[in-house]
């Protein structure tokens, strides 16, 4: 009897320190996963660094003391340039913490920012490379939203008045309930190889329960993002790395401002 509880006890030891094996190994791999992620991370972001500063190479050495003055100088500038078209764009002052609509320099729509986010490698900037960045107005390539930019629809004509009430109403319920259900929110990727994010929130609760696992348009980006870097760590190669600045503003100026902007239209930022 004492032998087969010394060999019951042994065998519970073995499974007992198996067990530990495995769990000793799949966190050696994990903090290796995080660790060489980290590593090409890093990597990324400088490479992207130097490549702006080899673009600002060949212009006079900036004094940082006067980077206050450059940053401003830059603003006036490019919204100079930018006022030179004859399309609507964008301006954005992010030290004044407004957003706003701008026609041949004439400001048309304004909006307030709520909460705004930049990445790091913004704040790192020399001098010559900020100016190289926003001296000039940008260019949107790319839009992306949660909701239709353009909701034009192709309908019936009514028979009479109250059917066109009628149909007028369901449809203002219909887009009401859409916004209920789907957060305002909207990426243009820019010509110099980074991303504008604008939300709409009229209050930071109200977005987080809007926000749910696994749904809707912002969770699906940024699982693309995961799953785009996650491929590169396999590979063990640099993931690619997108500067991003996200910008929170009230859901209706958010909707307007993503309606009236062309789709090649020019962008100033001040950070």
């Known amino acids: 009897m004492k032998e087969s509880t010394e060999d019951f006890e042994s065998l519970f030891e073995e499974k007992s320190n198996g067990r530990k094996y495995i769990i ?24 992207r660094m130097k490549m702006v500063q080899d673009q600002a190479q060949g212009t006079p050495q900036i004094n940082s003391s006067l980077f206050t003055q450059l940053k401003e100088k830059a603003w006036l500038e490019s919204r100079l340039k930018m006022a030179d078209g004859d399309s609507i764009a964008l301006a954005i002052d992010l030290e004044q913490r407004n957003i706003q609509l701008e026609l041949k320099g004439v400001v048309v729509m304004s909006s307030k920012i709520r909460d705004c986010q930049i990445s790091g490698f913004f704040k790192k900037m020399d001098g010559n490379a900020y100016f190289s960045m926003f001296g000039t107005p940008l260019t949107i390539q790319q839009f992306k939203s949660s909701i239709p930019k353009n909701a034009f629809k192709i309908v019936q004509a009514p028979k009479d008045t109250i059917a066109a009430q009628a149909a007028a109403d369901e449809e203002a319920k219909k887009q009401k309930d859409a916004l209920k259900n789907e957060n305002v929110f909207w990426t243009v990727k820019l010509d110099r190889n980074f991303d504008l994010d604008i939300q709409g929130i009229d209050s930071i609760a109200e977005a987080q329960k809007k926000y749910e696992f696994g749904k809707g348009f912002e969770f699906e980006r940024n699982l693309k993002n995961i799953a785009n870097s996650f491929q590169h760590i396999l590979k063990f190669s640099k993931p690619d790395y997108t500067p991003e600045i996200l910008i929170s503003i009230p859901e209706n100026e958010a909707k307007a401002i993503l309606r009236a902007l062309p789709r090649k239209a020019l962008v100033t930022i001040k950070i």
């Open 24 to 47: 000793l190994i799949i966190i050696l791999a994990v903090l290796g996963l995080t660790s060489v992620y980290a590593y090409l991370s890093i990597g990324a972001v400088r490479d």
